[in-house]
């Protein structure tokens, strides 16, 4: 299904633009005039597409979980208990690739609502495949996924705010035995 370009067009403008804002407006400073004005886009456009800011913001939340579930799902869940690092490496390839706009997103306060949709997205997106993996309960696979997920996205937050200072070895290290002990109880 191909897009029309003036479609394409549009949506980058919004898309760069709300990227541009996000980092100097707090989420209530940022309205559909003000994103719509910047990026010289027709208010009435806007609607045509998306049914408020919040709509559209979501399309950032699908983008970056998508991505994310990609990644922990390029590999077979059983081969992440024998090399947990491995998807690691490809997570913080990720991270450090989409630093400027992604990684603002996860770890800053101000949009820590679409920090925890991405973090829900992805740990259901997850819990599928663990489930998928192991003979065991849909609510046992949620929990292992929701605890990878948030402890993942943690010690991301506390790596980029400083808080810790370890090397990316010692992050990796630090993840993968967190991840690993707490997996140990569910799958075996």
Known sequence: MTIDKRVQRTNQALRSTFRRLAKTNSYNELTVKKLTEEAG???????????SIDDFLNTFVEELSSALLRIINSEKFEDFKIEPGNIFEKLFDFFEQSREFYTFI??????????????SKVAEGFANSIEASYHITSTDAKI??????????????????????????EFKD??????????????R
């Open 144 to 169: 292992c996924a929701s605890f990878m997920i948030r402890n993942t996205t943690m010690l991301f937050r506390m790596y980029d705010r400083k808080q810790v200072h370890f090397t990316k070895e």
């Open 106 to 119: 996860l770890m800053s306060d101000e949009y820590s609502f679409l920090s925890r949709k991405v973090e």
């Open 41 to 51: 886009v027709n208010r009435k456009t806007f609607y045509l597409h998306y049914e």
């Open 174 to 187: 630090y993840l993968v035995r967190l991840n690993h002990s707490g997996l140990q109880t569910f799958v």
